[in-house]
């Protein structure tokens, strides 16, 4: 199974500021035709995940901008800047690109 | 608009079985696959695997294949998630998610098992 390394673990963050979560995987996603199927997700205190960036830099509709996300092959980053109250929670990294699909083991965005 | 609801919670004991709905409105069932994650308490996401929505098709990963059952009622715009045998292992809350990219997910449905 492809692993998804998530760093870092816990992230304290003061309202306004910038942070920057990495997600690099055990191999590369860049699957046989040619896309790379590596997204993110947000999981806030008590609800279900939702996505928040697709194929690696696609931002899901009614995202803000704030958010934004990089990366090729096995390294992948989300930024977030001007952090705001409701981006608190757990940032969860997915790869589609092989079977089994596989999540980052998950970083906690927390106030400083 | 787009929305998964999924069955209440549930408290069962080992060796039980519990069946898990998930009923998708706002969008045309069939046209979307099904994804099934776990979460365990205080811990992360798990893929469990998919059933593609227009052929009943379901595929498993590794560590859901045998005591877990995905299936439809396509008439009803549902998926179900079946588990047999509980295991004290098995306590999470299940999601049901929605296409490729996971796009939508339901509210989870949380499982106990508990003697």
């Known amino acids: 199974d492809v692993v998804m390394t998530q760093t870092p673990v816990s992230l304290p963050v003061s309202l306004g500021g910038q942070a920057s979560i990495s997600c690099r995987s055990s191999?590369?996603?860049?699957?046989?035709?040619?896309?790379?199927?590596l997204h993110w997700y947000l999981q806030k205190p008590g609800q279900s995940p939702q996505l928040l960036i697709y194929r690696v830099s696609n931002r899901f509709s009614g995202v803000p901008d704030r958010f934004s996300g990089s990366g090729s092959g096995t390294d992948f980053t989300l930024k977030i800047s001007r952090v705001e109250p409701e981006d608190l929670g757990d940032y969860y990294c997915?790869?589609?690109?092989?079977?089994?699909?596989?999540f980052g083991g998950g970083t906690k965005l927390e106030l400083k | 608009q787009i929305q998964l609801v999924q069955s209440g919670p549930e408290l069962k004991k080992p060796g039980e079985s519990v069946k898990i709905s998930c009923k998708a409105s706002g969008y045309t069932f069939t046209d979307y696959a099904m994804h099934w994650v776990k979460q365990a308490p205080g811990k992360g996401l798990k893929w469990m695997g998919w059933?593609?929505?227009?052929?009943?098709?379901?595929t498993y990963a590794d560590d859901f294949k045998g005591r877990f059952v995905f299936s439809l009622e396509a008439s009803a715009s549902t998926a179900n998630l079946q588990i047999s045998n509980l295991k004290n292992e098995d306590t999470a809350t299940y999601f049901c998610?929605?296409?490729?990219?996971?796009?939508?997910w339901g509210q989870g449905a949380s499982v106990t098992v508990s003697s």
């Open positions: 998610a929605r296409g490729k990219v996971m796009d939508a």
């Open positions: 997915l790869q589609s690109t092989h079977f089994p699909w596989t």
């Open positions: 191999q590369s996603l860049v699957h046989s035709n040619g896309n790379t199927y």
């Open positions: 059933i593609n929505t227009y052929t009943g098709k379901p």
